[in-house]
């Protein structure tokens, strides 16, 4: 346990030396710190996953905290290996990404500074057991990521986006304050160890508690109505932090969930169909409204969306099977959640850096401006494919492992006993195939028309990869597991069983057969696939042996004009979806035409907003605001006022302690 | 008992003899002789023995979606259940693998489509991606509807358990036989959904996503085609026939319904005109109200009433 401890402080020393160093020693010098640190994480990390071992020790402080105690299971060991490969690799994708950056130098230090204390405070979350100083340590990671999104400060828009984010941040914290407020209330004491007295009986203070946990994790994770600050957060931080942030902290709610269900919380049908409903509404929200985004990070923002909605759901599976004491559903159920974590942390950080090397060669976010990268960025092209095919949960890929296991969970709660858990399965169900055929058409939509195609903007400068390689790298490391996963999962399912053991300690023989059966099944599914797929392409390239292949240009019916503006492009692609779900996907056109006899100049525009943030949160936050503003004389700017209330304070004081003698 | 691989393959070779018999179906209501019921062999070993021409706006992907499009149909027939009930492969919840391996198939041609950079491609990229989900919420329901039905999940385990069940209402197996008729019109792209005898822009969803293939993939594309309305005819033909297959009587009865099937396509074609496009996503749901019906049915008669 020392070296976790001393592994988390390497990671923010790191950050400490890179305000001390200068030029491109500062990336340097945080990427090995980083890189060392793991030899501390990760060893014991893994040791605790395959031995199932817990890993304690404790810290003292003085008597308001006491006695804080750390811990690593199982389930904080996967979190802790997310945290500490996820770091890592932003790290050395961030040296090839501030290669270029010319703006001023402490605006790369003070970066490389809060990456380090990031990375420090996310790897503290997961092994703390006491509440003030998880609370502490949770304030530090949004602090450092608030810091962090607003690298690029000098922009108006990036201040606005970063306060927006703070504020979500704190309302996280305040029903965190809250929650761990009661508990600690009932249970005199901040040790998580304590809290599972709360939660017996289905009292009514575990079930306030429990919705007062999932309302606080849920706003980190990105769960429905609270989702809001991930579309403008994620985009605006430069693309390394936002893989961190969308692959990694963001599961620190999940993981803040899960901590509490295995502190026997949220244990009851009425929150599993609770959390299912929100997973569902959640994963459906977040893929409507990618699908018509026109910038390709918020596609992938509000893509983190719709994946937590869908680990969610898995959640809620799981919930089901414990409440309904199936205890294959429950396996199923928690398995995927803890596997599609560990996906998307793989796939989303790969799409969120690739597109950052996308984003540093044409110097634009929109999609429509994009075309033909394939030709230009083969290799990003390549490895963007992967993680497109994978984050549709298409076989052979891991994404389909993941949800796989957690549509085998859905169906196998459906039964003739139970009517209504029989209806929630097939809801569950229709939801599930309706997020992943949106997610098929997100998808292509995005892969095809940023890299497929011919060009649908000239730019004058070459665009190459030449000066990317280093964040290839970073983006091809991701890209193994994304395969290894996909095809043979089975090395890995030892690895899952004991972290389901922390939620679910009653675990059966029975389920964890049924488990490795299913697993491995896909396993050879997947590679018969694989092997009739290669049939074919060789299939193919046998028969053209010895015919000619002719290259020209796409059929265009003898004439096209010559315009490759003629392409179909993203609105265009999206069009007929996004008139048939209008009322989710709200469109504001804006025609501008002059009125002639002979054909004019005219200007069109289109912008799809977010119909919840718009028509429901933002109404409520005018309210508030103009009920608030009735106050704001209290804060005058005037000296003499702030003079005059600390008099009226202190002869209140008096007078209440001369009442009280 | 023929080996059930050897009943594997003919599975594999029989589905482009039955595209023929539509064809000829089509052609004698339209009062024509019509083409030799193995013309699509004919056409198929055809393209297999041209060359081909490779836009050069084109990727790898383009190079690769006939391959998955084949290999999707030759892996979905691994998992249905032949004469003795068996399939070669299958596990619990192969229904979704199946699901996601056409899912792939679709993905693989609308990328393919987009790789072109030709708008028509594109209009039929959008189509078909918009169109899929419906399809594949209507299927996911069909699928939960059987797993109710029998209690089993995997693909092979249903069809037969299915059979085995006698109180199943004959209302609820003629909603599963037109649901899954509906879905052989979707997936093969036939009328009312698309029009498979044109490319122009009024109709086009698939045809005008091969408008660029030519020589062996645009082979694979219209065997793959033949394999996918196969697939959905002989889940029909499972569901329709209610005692087991393993005698040559069985057999033929079999073929028999997959045959009606492919008349009834061609019929289908004859009678009515393609749909026009926003009708198609109503058309489409068809599939998902049926099965959401034969759902309900099941649940109250399973259960001996409500609640």
């Known amino acids: 346990m020392e070296s976790v401890c001393s592994g988390i402080l390497i990671l923010f020393l790191s950050g400490c030396c890179a305000l001390f160093l200068s030029g491109r020693k500062k990336g340097i010098s945080l990427a090995i710190g980083f890189g060392l640190a793991q030899f501390f994480l990760l060893p014991q990390s893994f040791y605790v996953l395959l031995s199932g071992k817990v890993l304690e020790s404790s810290l003292q402080f003085s008597e308001p905290i006491g006695c804080v105690s750390l811990r690593l299971d199982a389930l904080s060991a996967l979190f802790l290996i997310i945290i500490a490969v996820g770091s890592l690799l932003t790290s050395v994708y961030s040296i090839g990404y501030l290669r270029n950056y010319k703006g001023s130098e402490n605006n790369i230090s003070t970066y490389y500074f809060f990456l380090g204390f990031l990375a420090a405070s996310m790897a503290s979350v997961v092994i703390v057991q006491n ?27 990036t201040r606005k986006t970063a306060v927006y984010y703070l504020v979500a941040m704190q309302v996280s914290a305040a ?183 996308v ?63 029989s209806i929630t399965a097939v809801v569950a169900l229709i939801g599930m195939t309706l997020t992943g055929a949106i997610a098929l058409l997100t998808f292509t939509k995005t892969f095809g028309i940023v890299f497929l195609g011919s060009p649908r903007v000239q730019s004058e400068q070459r665009i190459s990869e030449e000066h990317h390689r280093l964040e290839l790298l970073v983006t091809l490391v991701l890209a193994v597991p994304i395969v290894v996963l996909g095809i043979v999962p089975f090395f890995f399912i030892p690895l899952l069983t004991q972290m389901i053991v922390i939620v679910h300690p009653a675990l059966d023989e029975v389920a964890l057969q049924y488990f490795n059966y299913s697993v491995k099944y896909i396993s050879i599914a997947a590679i018969i696939f694989m092997v009739i797929v290669l049939g074919a392409v060789l299939l193919r390239r046998v028969l053209l042996l010895k015919k000619s292949v002719r290259s020209f240009k796409t059929w265009d019916c003898g004439y096209q004009g010559g315009s490759s503006r003629l392409q179909y492009s993203g609105s265009s692609f999206i069009q007929l979806f996004q008139t048939l779900l209008s009322p989710v996907v709200p469109q504001k056109k804006i025609v501008v035409q002059e009125e002639s006899i002979f054909p004019s100049s005219m200007r069109f525009e289109s912008h799809t907003y977010d119909f919840f943030e718009r028509h429901l949160l933002q109404p409520i936050m005018q309210l508030i605001n103009t009920l608030l503003d009735k106050f704001s004389w209290i804060q005058s700017g005037k000296l003499q006022q702030y003079i005059l209330y600390g008099l009226l304070f202190l002869i209140s004081v008096l007078i209440w302690i001369w009442c009280s003698l | 008992m023929i080996p059930i691989l050897l009943q594997y393959l003919c599975a594999l070779i029989v589905p482009l003899f039955f595209l023929g018999l539509t064809n000829r179906v089509k052609a004698v209501w339209a009062g024509r002789k019509g083409a030799p019921l193995v013309q699509p062999y004919y056409d198929i070993f055809r393209l297999l023995r041209k060359g081909e021409v490779v836009s050069t706006h084109t990727s790898f992907i383009f190079q690769i979606a006939p391959a998955i499009s084949v290999a999707a149909g030759v892996t979905s027939f691994l998992f249905l259940p032949f004469a003795s009930g068996e399939s070669i492969f299958s596990f619990d919840g192969d229904i979704f693998f199946l699901l996601y391996v056409f899912g792939i198939a679709r993905f693989m041609l609308i990328l393919s489509a987009l790789d072109t950079g030709s708008s028509f491609e594109g209009m039929g990229a959008s189509r078909e ?19 109710l039905a029998t209690g089993e999940y995997s693909l092979a385990r249903i069809l037969t358990a299915f059979r085995a069940h006698g109180e199943i209402t004959s209302i609820v197996r003629i909603l599963f036989v037109v649901a899954l008729f509906l879905m052989v019109l979707a997936e093969g792209s036939r009328v009312p959904v698309d029009d498979p005898n044109t490319h122009l822009e009024l109709t086009m969803i698939h045809e005008v996503m091969i408008l660029d293939n030519a020589g062996p993939g645009l082979a694979f594309y219209q065997y793959a085609i033949a394999l996918k309305m196969f697939f959905f005819a002989f889940l029909i033909a499972h569901l329709c026939i209610p005692f087991s297959l393993s005698s040559v009587v069985g057999i033929l009865l079999f073929v028999l319904v997959i045959g009606c099937v492919f008349v009834g396509v061609g019929i289908v074609e004859s009678v009515i005109a393609r749909a026009r496009l926003s009708h198609v996503p109503q058309f489409l749901f068809l599939i998902a109200a049926l099965s959401s019906i034969a759902f309900a049915l099941l649940a109250i008669s399973l259960r001996g009433g409500i609640l």
């Open chain 2, 129 to 147: 991606a918009t169109f899929a989900l419906f399809v594949e919420v209507g299927f996911v329901l069909l699928m939960g509807t059987l797993v």
């Open chain 1, 131 to 157: 509440a003030v100083f998880f609370l502490f340590v949770w304030e530090l990671m949004s602090l450092s990521s608030f810091f962090l999104v607003s690298f690029d400060h000098q922009r108006d828009e």
């Open chain 1, 175 to 357: 029903f965190l304050f809250l929650a761990f407020g009661l508990v600690s209330s009932i249970t005199n004491s901040f040790d998580f160890s304590s809290f599972g007295e709360v939660f017996q009986n289905n009292s009514s203070h575990g079930v306030i508690a429990g919705v007062l946990f999932f309302l606080g994790f849920g706003v980190k994770a990105g769960f429905f109505p609270m989702h809001t600050w991930l579309p403008r957060a994620h985009p605006t931080a430069p693309s390394g932090v936002s893989a961190l942030m969308s692959g990694v902290m963001i599961k620190t709610g999940i993981y803040g969930i899960l901590r509490v269900i295995s502190l026997g919380g949220m244990q009851s049908k009425v929150f599993a169909y609770g959390i299912i409903t929100i997973g569902l509404l959640t994963a459906l929200y977040g893929i409507a409204n990618a699908s018509v985004q026109k910038d390709f990070k918020r596609i992938l923002a509000f893509s983190s969306i719709e994946n937590i909605g869908i680990i969610g759901i898995a959640l809620g599976v799981g919930l089901l099977g414990l409440t309904y004491n199936n205890s294959i559903v429950t396996l199923l159920g928690f398995a995927g959640v803890l596997l599609h974590t560990f996906n998307h942390f793989t796939f989303k950080s790969l799409l969120f850096y690739s597109v950052g090397i």
């Open chain 1, 359 to 421: 984003y540093q060669e044409t110097h634009t976010r929109n999609i429509e401006y994009c075309g033909g990268l394939v030709k230009q960025l083969p290799r990003t092209a390549i490895l963007s494919f992967l993680g497109f095919v994978a984050i549709s949960g298409m076989p052979p890929l891991s994404g389909f492992v993941g949800e796989f296991l957690i549509y085998l969970g859905i169906i196998k709660s459906i039964s003739i006993e139970n009517f209504a858990l």
